[in-house]
């Protein structure tokens, strides 16, 4: 029998913002999935501050991409034997 997943959010007072409620209840989901199974993770303004910089650090670095600001450098790995190339590291 599968396991169904469970989401709770509590909102103190009496103004409950629902479309906001789902997103910080995803965002606990998401971090709670990533800690691996059967996890519990509840939602705060520390979590919802580390989302934000996160999503703000990858917004920079995709508008970096585009704009052609990264230039990649790939370093050969050989085989200490056989001088076969046998994969590249990405240097920076």
């Known amino acids: 029998m ?12 009496a103004d409950i913002d629902t479309p906001r409620e789902l997103i910080n209840a995803d965002i606990a ?5 990533g800690r691996g199974r059967n996890r519990h993770e ?7 501050s580390e989302i934000e910089t996160t ?6 670095i995709l508008s970096g991409i585009e704009q052609g600001e990264f230039h990649p450098y790939y370093q050969p790995l050989l085989n200490a034997t056989s001088l076969d190339i046998i994969g ?4 920076r």
């Not at 599968?2 to 007072?13: D, M, N, Q, S, W």
């Not at 999503?55 to 920079?60: C, F, I, P, T, V």
């Open 42 to 48: 509840f939602f705060s303004k520390a979590l919802q």
């Open 88 to 91: 590249v590291s990405l240097r």
């Open 55 to 60: 999503k703000h650090m990858a917004d920079e």
């Open 2 to 13: 599968p396991l169904g997943r469970k989401h709770i959010a509590l909102e103190p007072g």
């Open 29 to 33: 989901l998401y971090r709670a999935k």
